[in-house]
Nanobody, 128 residues
Framework: QLQLVESGGGLVQPGESLRLSCAAS????????IGWFRQAPGKEREGVACIDSSGSVTNYADSTKGRFTVSRDNAKNLVYLHMSSLEPDDTAVYLC?????????????????????WGQGTQVTVSS
């Protein structure tokens, strides 16, 4: 069974940092682009960042550029989202999603439809 599992969420204060992890089971992430998305109550799902299968291409939403960094360690079958200078508006459930490299169009990275597999998400709450 192919699964993605996110971890690393939690409650932090504004200005603090968190690192989320996306782990795959049942398949290797080497051939998959990974997108990070978030879903806040009452808001539409938003693409946060993405990274291609080799790690050479990354994209970010305007709201996260300069604060979030996506990276991957294919040897460990993990993808990370390092989030710094967190703000209350970053509060959401964060999900990772995987897309086969040959079916993924990085110009549409922010579209959920580009991805085949999704994790269940991890909650990030930013509050003082």
């Amino acid at each position: 069974q192919l699964q993605l599992v996110e971890s690393g969420g939690g409650l932090v204060q504004p200005g603090e940092s968190l690192r989320l992890s996306c782990a795959a089971s049942g398949f290797t992430l080497d051939f998959y682009a990974i997108g990070w998305f978030r879903q806040a109550p009452g808001k539409e799902r938003e693409g946060v960042a993405c990274i291609d299968s080799s790690g050479s291409v990354t994209n970010y939403a305007d709201s996260t550029k300069g604060r979030f960094t996506v990276s991957r360690d294919n040897a460990k079958n993990l993808v990370y989202l390092h989030m710094s200078s967190l703000e209350p508006d970053d509060t959401a459930v964060y999900l990772c999603a995987a897309a086969r490299w040959d079916y993924w169009d990085d110009s549409n990275w922010w579209r959920g439809g580009e991805y085949e597999y999704w994790g269940q998400g991890t909650q990030v709450t930013v509050s003082s």
